[in-house]
């Protein structure tokens, strides 16, 4: 791989309305707009060899030499120096801006990006190259007194700048002499350029850093949360508060095994350790907003199998194709919109929904607590758990050729009835609280019994299967077993046996619809740390995961998968739910704040 290849060593920026992924150079290689999910303006990290160049966002600084990049602390905020070979220096600040305006969040579809003279005597080029259609055309540029339009099918972006105008659109270098501004956005009007430069930029940084300010962190690992947590809230979508999987499409779980998917829309399976970890962190608001996102699916559901994955603007129709325009990650494609997934039986998805629904009706902080309209309407789902808990599905792994009766999706199912029968009983609704508590255990007892392995000593994947999965971990964190059952620490035995590599956890060994997994699965790895530090093997578990840590990006983030022979990350970056792995292993380990001192 050449310095120019593309790889995942990628920042963040964003506002919960956009977001834009930063390679070490300052090369804006990834934006959808006007949405998380929206078309990539700038498509360049799918774009393959021919879009080396295209598809991009690049101040180039020639004679470059070398980089160095950085999170302002506490922030969304990314800040690149970039120094050339004759001792010429400019530091580039990247933003999206968030704050609060007239009382409300202002959060326009722009990038702001502040250029400055360090040292020496720079030369830049500017090379900006939108395309649209998923790359398959360029756009076409008007130009106005200090902005340039550009015109993307239906879509214009209009560059707003203080540099000059014509060197920008001939890309043709020039010497940096003095600070420069760039606003890219919404096909409007800028007022005072400069000021909005420097205004924009400290109220988004005091945003950042007062919401960083409210959150519940752990003694340990502080930073690492931290990260964690705004880059989790920078794949939420403010509008619908729906939480993406993933920014990206298409990054392949590993190298050319065309298991590329689109991970821009919302799963069903993340929802209740998404809650879990938001108020862990005390991030209420985005929670709130987070579950109201889910109770919209709950009450617009209507009957049948409950769909797993929705989009940002609680679309159902996620049609999969392939877009040819684009080569693919390192070339490697197919590059695949929509996710045919949308349209699998998954049957966890009942018991993911009401866990996660569940937080309202214990949490007093809440604006709009769950009461019995909410709780019948959770109940509908709850029958159609009942019903299908012992039916095949493709399970919570989305296998597309094969369908079984899936433990952890059964387990999904009895926590459902489990949860609905906590719920009502909260409610002082004590018939409903028994009808449910009887079908819980009548549940609990048949996946026991079908479940269970006697010959391995452990829980398996499917029923009356032999094959283990990485959810079996889960198993003790739903309450389905004690963490201290004789049962678990067998399973927890097997499983090291048959997933563990080193630090790393594979998801199964089962070959798929693709063939034998290569790659071990992020969340199922912090899966293992919890479970280890469940069962008492604390200072096992810390070992693991401070080298799981290790193989952050250089800004400390995470995609899906990572190669356990090298340590390289695959998979769609960055992945929300390996950033929750990634926080609740650093509180379930951390020492408490009280003895600490």
Not at 122 to 151: C, E, F, K, Q, W
Request: include cysteine.
């Amino acid at each position: 791989m050449t310095p120019r290849d593309p790889s995942l060593d990628l920042a963040v920026i964003g506002n919960c309305a956009i977001a834009a992924l930063i390679d070490q150079r300052a090369r804006i290689v990834w934006c959808c707009i006007p949405r998380l999910d929206g078309d990539p303006a700038f498509c360049n990290l799918l774009g393959g060899e021919a879009m080396a160049q295209d598809g991009v966002w690049e101040i180039e600084l020639l004679g470059f030499a070398r980089a160095r990049q950085r999170y302002i602390p506490n922030s969304a905020i990314v800040e690149t120096i970039l120094e050339d070979d004759k001792g010429g220096a400019i530091r580039i600040v990247d933003f999206v801006p968030r704050f609060v305006r007239h009382r409300r969040h202002f959060r326009p579809v722009s990038i702001v990006r502040l250029v400055t003279p360090l040292s020496g005597v720079p030369r830049i080029r500017m090379r900006l190259r939108p395309r649209y259609d998923y790359g398959a055309h360029p756009a076409t540029m008007t130009r106005g007194s200090n902005h340039v339009r550009y015109l993307l099918g239906a879509q214009i972006l209009r560059l707003t700048t203080d540099a000059p105008v014509s060197l920008i659109q001939s890309e043709t270098p020039f010497v940096l002499e003095r600070p420069l501004t760039m606003v890219l956005g919404a096909d409007e009007p800028v007022a005072d350029l400069s000021l909005i430069g420097v205004d924009w930029y400290e109220q988004t940084l005091e945003y950042w850093r007062d919401w960083t300010r409210q959150l519940a962190l752990p003694f340990e690992w502080q930073d690492a949360v931290i990260r964690a947590a705004i880059t989790l809230k920078l794949c939420s979508y403010e509008e619908t508060g729906g939480i993406v999987a993933a920014l990206t499409t298409s990054v392949p779980e590993f190298a050319d095994s065309r298991r590329n998917w689109d991970y821009r829309y919302c799963w069903l399976r993340d929802t209740f350790f998404v809650v879990q970890t938001l108020n862990r962190l005390s991030v209420t608001r985005t929670m709130e907003h987070y579950i109201s996102y889910i109770t919209n699916i709950v009450t617009g559901w209507d009957e049948g199998p409950l769909q797993p994955i929705f989009g940002l603007g609680l679309e159902t129709a996620l049609t999969e194709h392939e877009r040819p325009s684009l080569m693919g990650y390192r070339g490697m494609g197919p590059v695949r919109v929509g996710n045919g997934a949308y349209d699998q039986i998954q049957n966890d998805g009942y018991g993911s929904v009401i866990l996660a629904v569940t937080q309202s009706f214990f949490d007093e902080r809440l604006a709009r607590p769950g009461g019995p309209g909410l709780f019948r309407q959770l109940e509908r789902l709850g029958e159609e758990a009942a019903r299908r808990w012992i039916e095949p599905d493709a399970g919570l792994w989305e296998f597309r050729t094969r369908a079984e009766i899936h433990t952890h999706s059964s387990v999904m199912c009895w926590a459902a009835c489990d949860r609905l029968h906590r719920i009502a009983l909260k409610l002082g609704l004590h018939e409903r609280a028994v009808v449910w508590r009887d079908r819980a255990e009548r549940m609990h007892a048949g996946i026991w019994a079908r479940a269970w392995n006697e010959k391995r000593s452990s829980f398996v994947a499917t029923f009356d299967g032999e094959d283990l999965d990485g959810s079996l971990l889960l198993l003790q964190e739903l309450g389905f077993v004690r963490a201290d059952d004789p049962r678990f620490l067998s399973t927890l035995s097997a499983i090291e046996a048959d997933l563990r590599e080193g630090d790393h956890l594979f998801r199964y060994r089962r070959p798929d619809d693709f063939g034998p997994p290569e790659i071990s699965f992020v969340i199922c790895s912090f899966w293992l740390v919890e479970a280890l530090a469940a069962v008492g093997r604390q200072d096992e578990a810390r070992e693991i995961f401070e080298r799981l840590l290790s193989h952050r990006s250089s800004l400390g983030l995470l995609s899906e998968g990572i190669d356990p022979k090298t340590g390289v990350l695959w998979g769609n970056f960055p992945q929300s739910y390996s950033m929750v792995g990634l926080i609740r292993a650093a509180m379930r380990l951390s020492k408490a704040w009280e003895d600490a001192f």
